[in-house]
């Protein structure tokens, strides 16, 4: 599909790879790594053909697409952030636009056909038809359906929908332009960094729909487990080439270490070859009876391709100088309330945090995370109860914006010699160096650096002279890999107590011993880390009641008239009327349908005679999916019951919860597209 033909790329006097060869086929899923400055994201502007080669060539497949997401710097502006999103699909909608006015002429002609004057209808007929076939060809009948799914999946609420795209921060703006690339399905999707504006919520739905995206993409991130769920090859910049391995990124990280370790004994055994080859020269050049002998060796010297072995990255292990111990309880939460004017983000929250554990607060973007934190640190107070902290308790805060309480003028090495005075400069320089400040960076005043740079510095200072609380709130951003293990390593040394919101996967994984769920203004506490919680969560919705959609007697009546089976409980309109006060279990839907959460709408309309063809295609196509779909999952269910390896239960798993959201969402779909032709039943 595409590839690369030992071609190579200088920044300036410096070469970033040379002589790489790389063939790109399609539905392969690819991470691009390497250390910061290798050359990843040049690389990818050059696939995506923004940037050129300085030598060899780059070929692609006549007629593909290729969608880029860069780091930062998208800025959109002009519509809502619906309609931005349907600029994706301008050719559908311009096919239904004229399907539209076709039946209308077609309407119009309707008289002239009964004279047998037909030539005219015939013709727009024909035309009528091609396009209705190619709509529904291209799944046009869905298209306000997959935008609603995407942007919710990035963290978009309903509300926010209709406002226009320019009202939003760059972080936002970055969430709708991945959108608009989601929609389009390129056939090569070239993502640098996607997961650096997204909360939790949104990298966990975005590892499932990279997960059955149809075509080839290639990431570059600094999310482990991001990376080790969503490819199965991994590119490597390294030694100024190029070098695939087969796997994840887990894999990747074994495969390089034994790698590593050849090319070091290879370049043991050449050193040792060379040495010998100059010892016998140095020793015979002068002697005549040697000189052929001499001549033999010094070709063969030429001859060899020296290998090279880049310098390794220092490891670095950081560890915080120990604090003082705290009383067994260190914070304590009783009947908590926060309200900003009319809107609660929570109340009645009860908890208590021991000595020595690490908390990881998660919950969707606004749930209320950070203004937790901001409570249990007394930087803010609660609207009702109390927040207590226990005995010789000193919270330390990291605040997002930590980076603004910093002094300007200070010298990035004085400052933080100020907040360590017992730390020594040569480890205050590696610990620099790790959150990526090396050389003559750490003599840069504060207030040059770049809000990312400053974050960086602020955490790191943090971490030289700690109290025995401390409070993180996204203490991962701007950090790469190298980084996010350190401070990793750290905390899991560090013998206080820590508290944190963090968006990777991997660090919580890592770090948490409980969490801390802020969901719909009420705070839940799970024991253990975050895989512990996804696993307490789904064994809670299992237990939970089927939801019942009541249908009212017209939308049954529609249903059954054309021979539907109606795929999940249901019951009768004066039934459900009957049944409405279980709260959280019963929607009654009359007219039009927004999803589980709007209200019931009392309206109805008619649909144009497309539309409704449309909708009544894509009914009948889901009463054949969804008992497919059921199927599938009862066997995939079957298939575990028997054990064959860890890793086959594993995928079987991922199966299972893959098919189970894919027949919700038919069937939430299905029910949406009854209740609306339903209204044009009862319109007609």
Same mark, same amino acid.
């Given at each position: 599909?595409l590839?690369?033909?030992?071609?190579g790329?200088?920044?300036g006097?410096?070469?970033?790879?040379?002589?790489?060869?790389?063939?790109?086929?399609?539905?392969?899923?690819?991470? !691009?790594?390497?250390a910061?400055?290798?050359?990843?994201s040049?690389l990818?502007?050059?696939?995506?053909?923004?940037?050129?080669?300085?030598?060899?060539?780059?070929?692609?497949t006549?007629?593909?697409s290729? *969608?880029y997401?860069?780091?930062?710097?998208?800025?959109?502006?002009?519509?809502?952030?619906?309609?931005?999103?349907?600029?994706?699909?301008?050719?559908?909608r311009e096919m239904?636009?004229?399907?539209?006015?076709?039946?209308a002429?077609m309407?119009?002609?309707?008289d002239i056909?009964?004279?047998?004057?037909?030539?005219e209808?015939?013709?727009?007929?024909?035309?009528y038809?091609?396009?209705?076939?190619?709509?529904?060809?291209?799944?046009?009948y869905?298209l306000?359906?997959?935008?609603?799914?995407?942007?919710?999946g990035?963290?978009?609420?309903?509300?926010e929908?209709?406002r226009?795209?320019?009202?939003?921060?760059?972080?936002?703006?970055?969430?709708?332009?991945?959108?608009?690339l989601?929609?389009?399905?390129?056939?090569?999707?070239?993502?640098d960094?996607?997961?650096?504006?997204?909360?939790?919520?949104?990298?966990n739905w975005?590892?499932?729909y990279?997960?059955t995206?149809?075509?080839?993409y290639?990431?570059?991130?600094?999310?482990?487990?991001?990376?080790?769920?969503?490819?199965?090859?991994?590119?490597?910049?390294?030694?100024?080439r190029?070098t695939?391995?087969? *796997?994840?990124?887990?894999?990747?990280?074994?495969?390089?270490?034994?790698?590593?370790?050849?090319?070091?004994?290879?370049?043991?055994n050449?050193?040792?070859?060379i040495?010998?080859?100059?010892?016998?020269?140095?020793?015979?050049?002068?002697q005549?009876?040697?000189?052929?002998?001499?001549?033999?060796?010094?070709?063969?010297?030429?001859?060899?391709?020296?290998?090279?072995?880049?310098?390794?990255?220092?490891?670095?292990?950081?560890?915080?100088p120990?604090?003082?111990?705290?009383?067994?309880?260190v914070?304590?939460?009783?009947?908590?309330?926060?309200?900003?004017?009319?809107?609660?983000?929570?109340a009645?929250?009860?908890?208590?945090?021991?000595?020595?554990?690490?908390?990881?607060?998660?919950?969707?973007?606004?749930?209320?995370?950070?203004?937790?934190?901001?409570?249990?640190?007394?930087?803010?107070?609660p609207?009702?109860g109390?927040?207590?902290?226990?005995?010789?308790?000193?919270?330390?805060?990291?605040?997002?914006?930590?980076?603004?309480?910093?002094?300007?003028e200070?010298?990035?090495?004085?400052?933080?010699?100020?907040?360590?005075?017992?730390?020594?400069?040569?480890?205050?320089?590696?610990?620099?160096?790790?959150?990526?400040?090396?050389?003559?960076?750490?003599?840069?005043?504060?207030g040059?650096?770049?809000?990312?740079?400053?974050?960086?510095?602020?955490?790191?200072?943090?971490?030289?002279s700690?109290?025995?609380?401390?409070?993180?709130?996204?203490?991962?951003?701007?950090?790469?890999?190298?980084?996010?293990?350190v401070?990793?390593?750290a905390?899991?040394?560090?013998?206080?107590?820590?508290?944190?919101?963090?968006?990777?996967?991997?660090?919580?994984?890592?770090?948490?011993?409980?969490?801390?769920?802020?969901?719909?203004?009420?705070?839940?506490?799970?024991e253990?880390?975050?895989?512990?919680?996804l696993?307490?969560k789904?064994a !809670?919705?299992?237990?939970?009641?089927?939801?019942?959609?009541?249908?009212?007697?017209?939308?049954?009546?529609?249903?059954q008239?054309?021979?539907?089976?109606?795929?999940?409980?249901?019951?009768?309109?004066?039934?459900?009327?009957?049944?409405?006060?279980?709260?959280?279990?019963?929607?009654?839907?009359?007219?039009?349908?927004?999803?589980?959460?709007?209200?019931?709408?009392?309206q109805?309309?008619?649909?144009?005679?497309?539309?409704?063809?449309?909708m009544?295609?894509?009914?009948?196509?889901?009463?054949e999916?969804?008992?497919?779909?059921?199927?599938?999952?009862?066997?995939t269910?079957?298939e575990?019951?028997?054990?064959?390896?860890?890793?086959?239960t594993?995928?079987?798993t991922?199966l299972?919860?893959?098919?189970?959201?894919?027949?919700?969402?038919?069937?939430?779909?299905?029910?949406?597209l009854?209740?609306?032709?339903?209204?044009?039943?009862?319109?007609?």
């Open positions: 599909m590839s690369l033909e030992n071609a790329k200088r920044f006097p410096r070469v970033l790879f040379l002589e790489a060869n790389w063939l790109i086929r399609n539905r392969e899923k690819t991470a !691009l790594v390497g910061n400055g290798a050359g990843k040049t990818m502007k050059v696939l995506a053909g923004m940037e050129t080669l300085d030598y060899g060539t780059l070929q692609r006549r007629g593909m290729i *969608g997401l860069p780091q930062e710097g998208l800025h959109l502006t002009g519509r809502t952030v619906f309609d931005e999103c349907l600029t994706v699909f301008s050719e559908l239904e636009r004229e399907a539209e006015q076709l039946a002429q309407a119009e002609l309707g056909q009964m004279t047998g004057e037909s030539g209808y015939e013709a727009a007929a024909e035309r038809s091609l396009l209705q076939e190619r709509f529904h060809a291209l799944d046009g869905a306000d359906a997959q935008v609603g799914s995407v942007l919710t990035l963290g978009f609420g309903k509300g929908w209709p226009r795209t320019d009202e939003f921060s760059g972080g936002w703006q970055m969430r709708i332009a991945l959108a608009k989601l929609l389009a399905k390129p056939n090569l999707l070239l993502l960094e996607p997961t650096n504006h997204l909360d939790l919520e949104s990298r975005l590892e499932d990279l997960r995206y149809p075509f080839a290639i990431l570059c991130s600094h999310d482990r487990y991001f990376l080790d769920v969503t490819i199965d090859r991994t590119v490597e910049i390294w030694n100024k190029l695939i391995y087969q *796997g994840n990124f887990t894999k990747y990280v074994a495969q390089k270490d034994e790698r590593r370790a050849q090319l070091t004994a290879a370049y043991r050449q050193q040792e070859r040495e010998r080859l100059e010892a016998f020269i140095n020793r015979f050049r002068y005549a009876t040697k000189a052929k002998q001499v001549q033999s060796r010094l070709k063969e010297l030429e001859k060899i391709e020296r290998i090279e072995i880049p310098e390794e990255e220092p490891a670095i292990h950081f560890k915080f120990q604090p003082p111990p705290s009383g067994r309880t914070v304590e939460a009783e009947n908590l309330r926060k309200d900003y004017g009319a809107k609660c983000v929570f009645n929250v009860r908890f208590t945090v021991a000595r020595g554990d690490r908390v990881a607060l998660v919950g969707v973007n606004g749930a209320g995370k950070s203004t937790l934190i901001r409570l249990l640190t007394g930087a803010e107070a609207t009702a109390a927040v207590r902290l226990g005995h010789n308790v000193v919270p330390e805060y990291f605040a997002q914006d930590q980076y603004k309480a910093l002094d300007s200070a010298r990035m090495l004085d400052d933080i010699g100020r907040a360590a005075r017992r730390v020594p400069e040569a480890e205050l320089r590696s610990l620099l160096g790790c959150f990526l400040f090396s050389g003559d960076d750490v003599f840069k005043p504060l040059v650096l770049s809000g990312g740079e400053r974050n960086r510095y602020a955490l790191a200072r943090i971490l030289v700690p109290s025995n609380f401390l409070l993180l709130d996204e203490p991962t951003n701007h950090l790469d890999m190298r980084a996010k293990d401070l990793l390593e905390l899991e040394a560090f013998s206080g107590t820590v508290v944190f919101v963090s968006h990777d996967r991997y660090f919580i994984d890592g770090l948490a011993t409980r969490v801390l769920e802020v969901e719909n203004g009420a705070v839940t506490a799970y253990g880390n975050y895989e512990d919680y696993r307490r789904e !809670l919705a299992a237990q939970s009641p089927l939801r019942t959609v009541i249908l009212s007697d017209a939308a049954r009546s529609a249903a008239s054309k021979g539907l089976r109606l795929p999940f409980s249901t019951q009768s309109e004066d039934a459900g009327r009957a049944s409405s006060s279980a709260p959280n279990t019963t929607i009654l839907i009359e007219g039009g349908y927004d999803g589980p959460d709007a209200a019931p709408k009392k109805t309309r008619r649909l144009n005679p497309i539309k409704q063809k449309q009544e295609d894509r009914c009948a196509f889901l009463e999916e969804i008992p497919r779909i059921e199927a599938a999952i009862a066997h269910e079957q575990l019951g028997v054990y064959v390896s860890a890793a086959e594993q995928r079987l991922a299972a919860g893959e098919l189970r959201a894919q027949l919700a969402a038919l069937t939430a779909e299905w029910e949406e009854m209740v609306q032709l339903e209204g044009h039943i009862s319109a007609g």
